[in-house]
C-alpha cells in the first residue's frame, strides 16, 4: 500500500506565495511521475504540474512562470513552489503520484491521490 502525505496549503492574500509538499511512502520500488491537480468549484479536476523521475516539469499555461515544480527523491517527495497567487488559483489540490510498486511490478504501474489541500486566494 501506498500512502500520500499533503501539506502547506492555507490562506494568503493575491500576490502572495504558498509552497506544497507531498511526500509518498511505503511499498514503493521506484516513483515514475508526481504532479499536483486543482479543482475549484463548480469546476473539473485540472493539471497543474507534473514532474518526471529524471526531473522533468511541465505545466499548465495558467500557472507558467509563477509556480515551480521540484522533487527530491530520495524522499519520494514533491513540492509546489506557488509565487504570485490569484483569486483564480483558489482550489482544492491534490498530490498525484504514478508509482511502480511490488504488486505492479515494473509494468504498467498505479496512480495514488493524497487527500487534497486548501488553498485560497483572497483580498
Known amino acids: 500500500q501506498v500512502q500520500l502525505v499533503e501539506s502547506g496549503g492555507g490562506s494568503v492574500q493575491p500576490g502572495g506565495s504558498l509552497k506544497l509538499s507531498c511526500a509518498a511512502s511505503g511499498s514503493i520500488l521506484s516513483v515514475y511521475e508526481m504532479g499536483w491537480y486543482r479543482q475549484a468549484p463548480g469546476n473539473q479536476r485540472e493539471l497543474v504540474g507534473s514532474i518526471t523521475s529524471s526531473g522533468v516539469p511541465k505545466y499548465t499555461d495558467s500557472v507558467k512562470g509563477r509556480f515551480t515544480l521540484s522533487r527530491d527523491s530520495a524522499e519520494n517527495t514533491v513540492y509546489l513552489q506557488m509565487n504570485n497567487l490569484k483569486p483564480e488559483d483558489t482550489a482544492v489540490y491534490y498530490c498525484?503520484?504514478?508509482?511502480?510498486?511490488?504488486?505492479?511490478?515494473w509494468g504498467r504501474g498505479a496512480i495514488y491521490w493524497g487527500q487534497g489541500t486548501q488553498v485560497t486566494v483572497s483580498s
Open positions: 498525484n503520484v504514478g508509482v511502480y510498486t511490488p504488486a505492479t511490478g
